[in-house]
Every structure is written in C-alpha cells, then in structure tokens.
C-alpha cells in the first residue's frame, strides 16, 4: 500500500519542494513564460552511446510504466528493485544564454515520495531516470530561488529553442543538447509519458519552479520545462 500511494503522489508533490521561498529579489527570476517550440528538430543527432549487456538476463531498459518508481518494485511479488544498468552520471550543466555553470549530482526520492531536493547552487539529476546518451528522457531539476539565495535555474524561462546545453559526464566527456521546446505546466500535470520514461528517443528535460506564487503554502504553482535533443 505504501508504494503504491508514493505512485499516487509522485506527479503533484515531486517538485514542490524547488522554491519554498520567493527569495531575495523576486523580480529577477523568470517565473511566467509563454510556449515556445523549434520549427525544426536537429538532424544531427548521434547514436546512443554503447550499452553494456545485462549479466543478470534482465532486458536492459525497464519497460514503459505508469510512473517514474513503478519499475523499481521489480517481478510481481518482489520488492526487491532491478538492478540499474551501469552508466556515465551527470556532473555538470552549461547553458550558455542563462549563464549557468553549475555541479549535478544524483538525486532520489524521500520517504514522502518528494523529489529530494538539491542544494541552492547545485542541480539535481534524477537517478531512477534515464541518464545522458541513453534512451529516455534525463530529468535535471534546480530551485529558482531558495531561502534567500538565487538559484542555477533563476533564468530557466529565458532559454530558447535553437539554444545549446552542454551537460558534462563523469568520466570528463560532454554531451550537448539542442532546445527544442520551453513551457509550463501545473504541477499536477507535468506529462509523465514525456518526463518520467526510460524508454524512446533520447530527451534531456530541465525543471524547476514558476508561474504564481502562493503566499500561504509558500509555494510555486507552475513548472517551467525545457526539451533538449542531442546534438552532434
């Protein structure tokens, strides 16, 4: 019962938790954007990057579920979690337009079901996802503000399509990323068939917080979301 209310809840609470406060200067921030979408996908496109074969006979990419953690309870009857296949981890994200130029580091989900928030200046990777050069989409989330300070995604609403985004791997490769769509959403309804899926084409998405904010919970009502493809 308990897994299956974290399901529940993951789509409206995973990402409340970005900007609790409106921080010092809300007028600097980037909170109400208008949709925007290229007129054109990239052609150049690269391979995905190599994958090693699954020692333990498992397929190697979790079939496409309802949410983000429904793969995780493994074979019916099992709560015991899949391994995840070993992969290059995210450590950094430019975006040359919004000045970003910020450390990523892996992040998971509280007892609560809640996205487990990163730090004010970093970016956090969401590591039940898909990873960069894989199929899937590679979710990076950061706060807009955070308890008086500004954060990596302050300007998130001003990138565009055709933009660059270059995300840096573990073992010191890059990875770059064309835009191709900025919008909102309310936070019940970010799409889960383009966001959480392991499966697909390859997509990088950033998120972070936006739109109104509403005094009495401290909170914004809205996500801001960027769509990147890869590049060659």
């Keep these: ?70 793969y995780l309870l493994g074979e019916p009857g099992s709560a015991i979690p899949p391994p995840i296949e070993p992969r290059l981890r995210p450590v950094h994200l430019a975006i040359g337009r919004i000045s970003v ?58 990138v565009e399509p055709g933009d660059r985004i270059t995300v840096g791997l573990e073992d010191g490769s890059e990875r770059v990323y064309e835009v191709i769509e900025r919008t909102m959403y309310a936070k019940d309804s970010l799409p889960r068939d383009r966001i959480w899926r392991n499966t697909g084409e390859e997509n990088l998405v950033l998120i972070t917080c936006g739109g109104d904010f509403n005094p009495e919970i401290h909170r914004y009502r809205q996500n801001i979301v960027v769509y990147a493809v890869p590049v060659v």
């Excluded at 921030?29 to 007129?39: G, I, K, Q």
């Excluded at 090693?52 to 949410?67: K, L, N």
């Excluded at 998971?108 to 990873?131: F, H, N, S």
């Design 1 to 70: 019962m308990l897994a299956l209310a974290v399901v529940a809840l993951l789509g409206a609470t995973l990402l409340v938790a970005l900007a609790v406060r409106p921080g010092p200067n809300p007028d600097a921030a980037v909170l109400d954007v208008e949709n925007a979408v290229a007129s054109s996908v990239p052609s150049t496109v690269p391979p995905a990057m190599p994958r090693e074969s699954s020692s333990a006979g498992r397929p190697t990419t979790p079939p496409v579920a309802a949410s983000p953690l429904a």
């Design 101 to 158: 130029d910020d450390p990523v580091r892996a992040v998971g989900l509280e007892d609560d079901g809640q996205l487990e928030v990163p730090g004010p200046a970093e970016i956090g990777w969401y590591r039940y996802g898909a990873a960069p050069g894989h199929p899937g989409a590679t979710v990076l989330a950061a706060h807009v503000t955070w308890n008086g300070e500004y954060g990596p995604f302050l300007r998130l609403g001003e």
